[in-house]
């Protein structure tokens, strides 16, 4: 059965569209909180995190709201990155935790990412759980009024988050003598990337570190690289580091100006990992990891699944060939040893961790060579078009183009209005004709 309101990661729209507005944040509160209290915990706990987005101040009560009238109690973090929330909700022992995001989106959109107590994702199984409830009648899950949860805000979020993610390497690890640029896109890191590295002895350059409610993701961040290359450049930094909104995804750059995406630094990783036999059963990706890192992890001998597109995805899979490493070619990169999903800062540390010895980022980051690969985002009115019969016979026609020269993927999105369609071959020319094939049916 089809989700009605959850996506790939979470749920995500337009603020005050028919998802996105307080009366629905009431009952999404409404519905998590009667499905999780009722988990046998002696304390009812629920742990709430938010980017920096203008709308979290108008949503974030009404789902407050939603989760007291349950019974449940409240604790609010403020702006966090989402690995911190996950970190600390299983780390308070909570019933669940809920980030306020819409990732990389721009502050039109906002959403939600649910966390169990084990500081996961939760599965397709729990979000259509959940969605029944949202459907009933909203009164009946009323707690009595001697049993309202209560609600506390805590202050020091941030600081417990980098003392989590300190404690993950030597005490004696240092960036000192170490240019680096970070750009945290205005979003949750704003506060805890700039902190960290300056604490670590690293002396940084910061953008996107001025949130306004509006500012977040707009031509910065992972979605916009050019950013954090020009300050790695204005500066002469070792490193340059960018961000989404959540941080939970990262894009680096390197000294010499090289945009790194997350295929690079994966391979980076499980080639380190495997070599100090750190590295578990294998390294997953998604659909969209490029070609090329696959035909190197099957140079080095290590074994390579891939996921669906979503980080989620990605986390079930590595639990099931019991692997500790995997991620997204969007900067979705997930270590095991160390979190339960995406985060930025964590993978920025492994990477900054491997350069403390004088290793320039350019030599470090540059595993392999990628397969050319296209990706095209269509919008769309209507996500179904793609299952069309004027698409299928397209998407067969460029299939059979590309069929043994390389891959083509065409997907909807799971959380926006659009078409995504993926080429990747050794002849370009054949990529932008397979690419144009499926364009043009979605569009005429």
């Not at 240092?174 to 590295?197: H, M, R, V």
């Not at 707009?218 to 954090?228: A, D, E, K, V």
């Not at 397209?394 to 043994?404: C, F, R």
Request: proline share 2%; hydrophobic share 40%; aromatic share 6%.
């Amino acid at each position: 059965m089809k989700k009605k309101y959850f996506g790939t990661d979470g749920i995500r729209g337009k603020v005050n569209d028919s998802r996105i507005n307080g009366q629905m944040f009431f009952k999404f509160g409404i519905a998590a909180g009667t499905y999780f209290k009722n988990l046998k915990k002696a304390k009812q706990i629920a742990i709430i995190a938010k980017d920096t987005r203008l709308s979290g101040y108008t949503l974030e009560p009404a789902l407050v709201s939603g989760l007291a009238s349950t019974g449940m109690h409240v604790i609010l973090l403020g702006p966090l990155p989402t690995n911190g929330l996950a970190m600390l909700t299983r780390k308070m022992k909570a019933n669940l935790g809920i980030m306020i995001t819409a990732s990389h989106n721009l502050s039109q959109d906002n959403g939600l990412k649910l966390f169990g107590p084990n500081g996961l994702k939760l599965s397709d199984r729990i979000e259509k759980k959940i969605e029944k409830i949202i459907d009933l009648q909203i009164s009946k899950n009323f707690s009595d009024y001697k049993s309202l949860g209560r609600v506390k805000r805590i202050e020091d979020a941030n600081l417990n988050y980098i003392n989590i993610l300190r404690k993950n390497f030597p005490k004696n690890f240092s960036l000192k003598g170490l240019k680096i640029a970070i750009d945290c896109a205005n979003g949750a890191g704003y506060k805890s990337t700039p902190l960290l590295l300056h604490s670590l002895g690293a002396k940084v350059f910061a953008t996107g570190i001025n949130p306004n409610g509006h500012n977040i993701n707009r031509n910065c961040g992972s979605t916009y690289p050019n950013n954090i290359k020009r300050l790695v450049k204005k500066f002469k930094a070792d490193i340059g580091i960018s961000l989404d909104g959540d941080a939970d995804r990262i894009i680096i750059v390197d000294e010499k100006l090289n945009i790194i995406d997350g295929d690079q630094i994966i391979a980076t990783i499980a080639n380190r990992w495997k070599k100090k036999r750190i590295l578990k059963s294998c390294v997953v990706g998604t659909q969209m990891s490029n070609y090329g890192l696959e035909r190197y992890f099957k140079k080095l001998g290590i074994k390579f699944h891939r996921a669906k597109v979503g980080d989620r995805y990605v986390k079930e899979m590595m639990k099931k060939y019991n692997s500790n490493l995997g991620g997204e070619q969007s900067g979705h990169i997930i270590l095991g040893n160390f979190a339960t999903t995406g985060d930025g800062l964590l993978v920025a540390l492994e990477i900054l961790y491997s350069m403390s010895n004088g290793t320039k980022a350019s030599n470090l980051l540059s595993g392999f060579k990628p397969t050319p690969q296209v990706l095209e985002n269509v919008i769309v009115a209507d996500k179904s078009i793609i299952n069309s019969k004027k698409c299928s016979r397209a998407i067969k026609v460029a299939s059979k183009l590309i069929s043994n020269k390389g891959r083509l993927l065409v997907r909807a999105s799971g959380t926006e209005s659009k078409i995504r369609i993926m080429a990747e071959a050794k002849d370009k020319k054949t990529i932008y004709k397979c690419v144009s094939i499926v364009k043009r049916s979605i569009l005429n």
